[in-house]
């Protein structure tokens, strides 16, 4: 596991995971130091991403591991500034429907085959047939299939991330709130 | 080492069995991701052959591990967390609407309110912060 | 967009059709498909031109009825999108030469079918009778599948036509071919199956209009057609089709005497008509092939009209009811004469198109001999009557009710039909050759000796239509002498008919799931006997079955595998004390420290792969499962969280006893582990073949990548299903 934070606050005895959950950290309760390693590993973490991707099919790794990797480095922009800060910095919204953009391309390589009138998920090159390189990237559509998987994982890693984190970022603003109103009225209206 | 494995997995298993049948919800949850977690070793372990990863350039004269089974283990892993996931979301959820995540209050309701319908009484709300 | 699947449908039958078959999933042997043949063009002529007529119809109906019914107007775009549907279905099934595919669009069918005839879901009758034919239609359709699996393992394919080749007569020609014509006969509202097809009249009237006169009744018979080159080898299904041909007419067309709802007595017409069409299958030769298809053109012609009418008059008047209308032609005199033509053509008079549709009935019964004579004769007299019963009822006789002004667009689909039953009655030939091409199809051979035409002599088939002209009149005449007998023998229907069993199977259904249900919920500990008693008795009967004596091995121990042997203590450990732990916080580190102790684990089975996804997974659940304890408040996280002494000691038994049968289980089976390695080894070999070198990453995305499609579908429904539970389905 990736450290959350590195000013070694102990984990208190109950509640004491302020700095372990997303979005619920209000901003001030992370150091400097914090902030500044987690943006400095952001780009080098994506690109880890982007290595064990395209690398996978020779290496180790594929779509499934970079894409959490990748959700993993967007999650500790997360820890360190908390919620809306980090949806300030990076282009973040939008994020969860990258999902189904990525199971919509793992279904079009899948249905490449019929198409050109092969089986179903049958991937190009056939076997014998010459590969192309770009660089030593090699061009096949395993690739983009293990792209989808990518983009699939990396929505959802950081969809249901995000999403606990905005219903304790809700919570805990109707626990503000309920020093003026009624605790119940609080509750009621969103539950439906 | 078969046995020993098949003593982890059991092990496992059984720690998982165990938190399932409790009354908390969240440990029934870490109960499934555990008993998942014992069911993947298993299917790594039922591997026809172990020794050295199965990637290409295959070494001279060593034993490869059976990749199909690492293939399947990686799928289950995949489905079991994000089950996981879903049933956290689904215990907060029970959460909000019941204020309580032990099963034996929320099933007392349940049979409560479905008692009330047969009545044809209005359910009674419930609000987060009050006992079940 | 109908009218242009109609033109695209007609220009390839002129063209000759063309096919294509793409095989999909070789490996089960499942094709894609497709022929636009004979039988494929008739059905989707029938299927793209009533359904765009029916389209022009409701275009202007279905706001009408969301009018009446108090609905906002969005939601015609509900029932435009299911009607395209179950258009594009119906030409799927149409064209489809491989039984699997006949499967797929027939359960499309159904599923657009259940939400058209459900359409006023905020009724319940229209709610009940929605899922009867769902359930009626969908449920025998798996009598489709297994009767193409038994065809399958029999000959090895699933495509019509081999089959046609390959099939010899015999039992299992008579279960297969049986299985796949019962499916067909329910589709068709066939006895005993009829009573889904009146309950479904709940539906909007274009709707009944399309799925109950050309489409989705059609389609029972269009698969009779289709494995009609099966069917026709067995002269046992011959003489079944005939008996339910028979029961079917009978049954329908003296029921449709009966009914006063307009749109029930032609639902029971519709029975009636399509137990011809059996019939005529039944009676089998090239008579009855090409008769049996040329009778559905015919038919679906004047009955959608016919239905089409009902709509109108009742859009007009108000009414229902045949008892409370009456003299409608002279306000209503173009839709009188379209739906007198239609009319004309179902009750088989000479000018219209369906004189020539009880010709070829004559023609087929008359080779068959006398008594299938006599049946045909007795058929078409019950049609003669009830049709004109169904007409003059409406349009003629003293005037009852008001008629209102109706839209154009109400009217004018009416008359095209009833102009197209008029000109096949002159002009018979391209509808005659459309039935020839079907005709073939099923006849599997050439017909070329049927010729429709009038014949001004005193041949039998002409005889037989005079006799029917004369019944017809008798029965209408003597109508207060039979009808009491009718009456009752329809309320007897209702009384013990197959609609009882169905109900009753319901309810049996519904008891049985509110059981299940009070057990699950009132007994939350029986949930553990429920599941885990079951399951390890099982696993137990398995082990005793297979024999476990010699079976288990120790299994060597080399100095290589230390690593593991810690990492596997170090899961064991942790995965103990997670039994132990009572604060929330300190069980979710040490299930991480039990989920990355089995992840390093698999690096030491040589599954670096694995283990790499593992470490990552285990990371996201255990963020998952703190962001989880931080929505819970601590007093309620600790409620349950103790455990009364006298429930600990069971739940510990049960535990252990469960580990113990997994114990057994899995050392039995990584005991004998040794039978086939070339399973393992091809997958190793084929990987350079697939240009990779990572075995494990070839085999998610190549090899079995289907099965990696179904994980990442399930990723994407948990991202859904949770964005449902925690904000209202948004997704960030």
């Known amino acids: 596991m990736r450290p959350p934070a590195g000013d070694g606050k102990p984990l208190g005895p109950e509640n004491g995971l302020t700095t372990d959950v997303p979005g619920g950290v209000p901003e001030g309760q992370t150091s400097v130091m914090t902030r500044a390693v987690s943006r400095l590993l952001l780009m080098p973490t994506i690109a880890t991403a982007a290595a064990i991707l395209v690398k996978g099919y020779v290496e180790p790794g594929d779509g499934f591991s970079a894409g959490v990797v990748a959700a993993l480095g967007i999650l500790m922009q997360y820890l360190a500034f908390g919620r809306e800060q980090a949806e300030r910095m990076l282009p973040l919204r939008g994020l969860g429907y990258m999902a189904f953009f990525g199971l919509l391309l793992t279904l079009v390589v899948a249905f490449r085959g019929p198409v050109v009138g092969q089986t179903l998920m049958t991937q190009w090159p056939l076997p014998g047939d010459a590969v192309i390189h770009v660089g030593t990237l090699e061009v096949i559509t395993a690739v983009a299939f293990d792209v989808g998987i990518f983009l699939l994982v990396l929505g959802y890693g950081t969809g249901v991330i995000s999403l606990i984190a905005r219903v304790v970022g809700r919570a805990e603003r109707r626990s503000k709130e309920e020093n003026h109103r009624d605790p119940d009225e609080a509750y009621g209206e969103d539950m439906g | ?132 | ?732």
């Open chain 3, 1 to 732: 967009m109908a009218a242009l699947a109609f033109a695209a449908a007609l220009y390839g039958w002129l063209a000759g059709g063309g096919s294509v078959d793409v095989p999909w999933a070789p490996t089960l042997d499942l094709r894609f498909a497709v022929e636009l043949d004979g039988l494929a063009v008739l059905y989707s002529l029938l299927a793209t031109g009533i359904g765009f007529l029916v389209v022009v119809y409701s275009s202007r109906y279905i706001p009408l009825h969301l009018h009446h019914e108090h609905r906002p107007p969005g939601d015609a775009v509900r029932f435009h999108f299911f009607i395209l549907m179950f258009m594009g279905s119906m030409v799927g099934l149409a064209m489809a030469q491989d039984l699997i595919l006949i499967f797929l669009f027939w359960d499309l069918t159904a599923i657009a079918s259940y939400y058209l005839i459900g359409y006023d879901a905020h009724q319940e009758e229209s709610r009940f009778s929605a899922l009867m034919a769902l359930l009626v239609t969908g449920i025998i359709a798996v009598l489709l599948l297994i009767g193409a699996l038994v065809f399958y393992a029999a000959y090895g394919t699933f495509s019509v036509p081999e089959l046609a080749g390959l099939t010899e007569p015999g039992l299992l020609l008579i279960v297969a071919g049986g299985l796949i014509a019962v499916a067909g006969l329910a589709k068709s509202a066939q006895v005993p199956f009829q009573f889904w097809l009146p309950r479904a009249m709940a539906a909007p009237t274009p709707v009944s209009a399309y799925l109950h006169s050309a489409a989705m009744v059609a389609a029972g018979v269009l698969l009779i057609g289709r494995v009609y080159p099966l069917l026709q080898k067995s002269e046992f299904l011959l003489g079944a089709l005939t008996a339910i041909g028979v029961g079917s007419i009978i049954v329908g067309g003296l029921i449709a005497l009966t009914r006063d709802v307009l749109k029930q007595l032609l639902a029971y017409s519709t029975i009636s008509q399509y137990g011809y069409v059996v019939f005529m299958f039944g009676m089998g030769g090239k008579y009855g092939a090409m008769g049996a298809s040329f009778y559905v053109i015919a038919h679906a012609l004047a009955k959608s009209a016919l239905f089409l009418t009902a709509g109108a008059v009742t859009e007009a008047t108000g009414e229902k009811q045949l008892s409370r209308l009456g003299g409608l032609a002279r306000p209503m005199p173009l839709l009188a004469a379209s739906s007198g033509a239609a009319a004309a053509g179902l009750a088989a008079l000479p000018l219209s198109i369906g004189f020539f549709k009880d010709e070829v009935l004559f023609a087929s019964a008359l080779q068959r001999g006398p008594v299938f004579a006599g049946l045909a004769l007795m058929a078409a007299t019950l049609t003669l009557a009830y049709t004109w019963r169904f007409w003059t009822g409406i349009f003629l006789g003293e005037r009852r009710g008001e008629a209102r002004g109706i839209p154009v667009a109400l009217v004018l689909p009416i008359t095209v039909l009833g102009v197209l039953v008029l000109v096949g009655g002159v002009f018979v030939s391209p509808f005659e050759e459309l039935a020839r091409a079907a005709g073939e199809v099923s006849y599997a051979a050439a017909i070329e000796d049927v010729e429709l035409a009038y014949h001004l002599d005193a041949r039998p088939e002409n005889l037989l239509a005079l006799a029917t002209f004369a019944l017809g009149a008798l029965v209408v005449l003597s109508r207060p002498v039979w009808g009491g007998v009718v009456a009752a023998f329809a309320r007897l229907g209702e009384r013990v008919g197959p609609e009882r069993v169905y109900r009753a199977g319901l309810k049996e259904l519904n008891d049985f799931s509110t059981w299940v249900h009070q057990v699950e919920v009132r007994d939350t500990r029986g949930r553990v006997a429920a599941i885990l008693v079951p399951a390890g008795i099982l696993v137990g009967l398995g082990l005793v079955a297979t024999g476990t004596s010699g079976v288990y091995r120790f299994g060597g121990f080399v100095t290589e595998d230390f690593p593991l042997l810690l990492a596997l203590i170090g899961a064991t450990v942790a995965s103990v004390a997670t039994c132990f732990v009572r604060k929330h916080v300190t069980l979710v580190l040490v299930i991480s420290a039990a989920g990355f102790s089995i992840a390093v684990s698999y690096a030491f089975f040589g599954a670096p792969d694995v283990a790499l996804v593992a470490v990552l997974v285990e990371t996201l659940i255990t963020l998952i499962l703190l962001g989880t304890l931080k929505l819970i408040p601590f007093e309620v996280l600790r409620r349950g969280a103790r455990i009364p002494v006298q429930y600990a000691t069971a739940k510990v038994l049960v535990a252990v006893l469960a580990g113990g049968f997994m114990m057994a289980l899995s050392w039995a089976t990584l005991s004998q582990t040794t039978t086939e390695e070339n399973a393992a080894e091809g997958l190793l070999e084929l990987t350079p073949e697939a240009h990779g070198k990572d075995a494990v990453t070839v085999i998610l995305a190549d090899f079995r990548g289907l099965d990696t499609m179904g994980e990442i579908s399930v990723v994407a429904l948990v991202l859904l299903g949770v964005a449902t539970l925690l904000w209202r389905g948004r997704l960030p």
């Open chain 2, 1 to 132: 080492m078969t046995f020993i494995i098949s003593l982890a997995v059991s092990i496992v298993f059984g720690a998982g069995a165990y938190l399932v049948l409790q009354r908390n919800l969240i440990r029934v949850v870490i109960g499934v991701i555990l008993i998942s977690n014992a069911a993947n070793l298993f299917i790594v372990a039922a591997g026809i052959m172990r020794g050295r990863p199965p990637i290409y350039p295959l070494p001279e004269g060593q034993v490869v591990s059976d990749p199909l089974v690492q293939a399947m283990a990686l799928t289950a892993i995949v489905i079991g967390s994000s089950v996981a996931a879903l049933l956290l979301a689904l215990s907060y959820r029970l959460y909000t609407s019941h204020s309580t995540i032990d099963i034996e209050d929320i099933s007392r309701a349940e049979a409560e309110d479905a008692e009330a319908l047969d009545r044809g009484e209005p359910i009674r709300r419930r609000r987060r912060g009050g006992g079940a």
